[in-house]
């Protein structure tokens, strides 16, 4: 149609840019190009779109499956996805065999993995496996000889040190490390290559098996030094991320919630042993673990222990007394066992920055709430009922040095709590609780040969960041114009004598 004698001026749908007189179509001729284009190879895209949630949690998993999936699903290509078929012909498979690819299990071929990388221009350092530099150059896998294999058999492969499958374990080795918080020198290279070992060559557990490992780690944790606890647990955690990996959608949120689990006793064990940026690591792991699993309860649970470690050090009182608010946020309304966890550590974090008034009225909400809560997790569920609301009433009336609850509490404490659970950590805490009641009020002689008796007749192999942790509270409650006093010195001396170390993972 014309109007005044000529065509109408029209615009491409794609850019909005002005077309030709002689366009017949709805496209400017780039726009055509580009679309063309389309169906020989895939975009260009910016560096950030590799950092969109599901991409980057996909590559994170090691599962180009699942990478390829989020890569159509990217909305840098607009409201529709990319079709299976188009990145498919990309790819050089038809739509059935990436379907396949994409809901199957992680492709581990690295003749497969690597032309896919390099087709859908995946950043190299994203990637678990290294991108040969000549696109000619082989991946080849070579037996070692038996005499170098170990006691399990293992079998190492790649020959060369500049790539192959020798890289691809060195690359799953720092990949490991980073999800278990460890630096790449924490081993030894022996330590190092067991770890990788036990991730590929691991099978995958009965659900069964995994509970029993919770309830056996906690055990371990109460009765044994922090060093093995730790150690035992880096096995475990590595053959669980594998299982992750290629678990089926109807175990996967039950293993989530053993990851949970297992994470939250990891991150206890890193707060003994004074490693609190690792242990903030692993309260991250385990709060975006128990959030997969949709399970409320557990993520109070796991909140609620993540504020009341953060009293040791690993924080601030301020930024404790933060985590407890966002986790009473959380909490709602209903009288749950979650929401009484969360209320203890949110009682004790007042007592931490000197809200004593306070601390004690939500102490008070404590025992209602205890009163009508209902099961812990199913999950580790005697981590969650380890005596929480003894321990807060003893920490909250000794910080307002109300001496008799304090002797009362402590009293409870050790015959209702710790003749049940025998946690080496508590009974030590506990008894420095006095000493701190003492000193504040006003009894600092008395206090500070309290702490020191508490402290000296703690073992060796049980010392932890935790125990140092309270007897510095202790110290820290003498007022600045007494710490001279011999008694306060000496106690000053003793917390750093018995203070103690944490020496690099010897086995894995």
């Known amino acids: 149609m014309q109007v005044n004698g000529r065509a109408p001026v029209r615009f491409c749908r794609a850019c909005g840019g002005r077309l030709a007189r002689d366009n017949s179509g709805g496209r400017c001729a ?41 890569y159509r699903h ?69 037996k070692r000889p038996p005499q170098e294999r170990d006691a399990a058999g293992t079998v190492d492969h790649g020959p060369t040190p500049d790539f192959g499958e020798n890289d691809v374990r060195r690359r799953v080795a720092l990949q490991l490390f980073t999800y278990l918080g460890l630096g790449a020198g924490a081993l030894g290279a022996e330590s190092m290559r067991r770890l990788v070992d036990l991730f590929l060559t691991t099978e995958p557990r009965d659900l069964n098996d995994w509970h029993l490992a919770c309830n056996d780690h906690l ?7 922090p060093l093995q606890v730790r150690e035992d647990l880096l096995i475990d955690l590595v053959a669980l991320k594998r299982q992750l990996q290629v678990a089926g959608a109807k175990e996967l949120t039950e293993l989530k919630r053993v990851e949970a689990a297992l994470a939250t006793l990891h991150a206890n064990v890193l707060t003994r042993l004074g490693d609190h940026g690792a242990a903030i690591r692993w309260w991250r792991t385990a709060k975006e673990s128990a959030a997969a699993t949709g399970d409320l309860e557990l993520q109070l649970a796991i909140r609620s222990t993540e504020a009341g470690n953060g009293r040791y050090g690993q924080r601030s009182p301020e930024a404790a007394l933060g985590l407890t608010r966002d986790a009473m946020r959380l909490a709602g309304q209903q009288p749950t066992l979650g929401k009484a966890l969360v209320t203890c550590s949110h009682a004790k974090a007042l007592g931490l920055v000197g809200r004593h008034s306070d601390a004690q009225r939500t102490l008070a909400m404590c025992e209602d709430l205890f009163a009508a ?7 580790m569920p ?37 003749s049940r659970i ?24 008395r206090g500070a040969k309290e702490a020191i008796a508490v402290l000296d007749a703690v073992p060796v192999t049980s010392r932890t960041n935790m125990i140092t942790a309270v007897g510095s509270q202790v110290l820290r409650a003498v007022p600045l114009d007494q710490r001279e006093r011999p008694a306060v010195r000496e106690l000053h001396d003793v917390l750093i004598k018995t203070a103690p170390s944490c020496p690099p993972l010897s086995s894995a």
């Open 373 to 379: 809560a209902g099961s812990p997790p199913d999950v």
């Open 422 to 445: 025998s946690d080496h950590q508590f009974g030590p805490q506990a008894h420095l609780q006095r000493a701190l009641c003492t000193i504040v009020n006003g009894g600092i002689d």
């Open 219 to 225: 055990y371990a944790l109460r009765t044994r030094p």
């Open 382 to 418: 005697g981590y969650w009922t380890g005596g929480q609301l003894e321990y807060t009433r003893l920490l909250v009336h000794a910080g307002a040095g109300n001496e008799p609850e304090v002797d009362a509490a402590i009293d409870q404490y050790m015959t209702r709590v710790l």
């Open 74 to 142: 990217h909305p840098f290509h607009g409201h529709k996805p990319l079709s299976q078929e188009l990145v498919g012909h990309w790819l050089g498979m038809t739509q059935t065999q990436l379907s396949r690819i994409e809901s199957g299990p992680p492709v581990t071929d690295l003749d497969r993995l690597i032309p896919w990388a390099r087709t859908l221009r995946i950043p190299p350092d994203l990637l678990w496996f290294k991108l040969p530099e000549n696109r000619d150059q082989k991946i080849i896998g070579v």
């Open 30 to 70: 780039p726009c055509q190009a580009r679309a063309r284009d389309r169906f020989h190879a895939p975009p260009e895209v910016p560096p950030d779109f590799w950092q969109a949630e599901p991409l980057r949690k996909a590559l994170e998993d090691w599962h180009i499956g699942h990478a390829i999936r989020a």
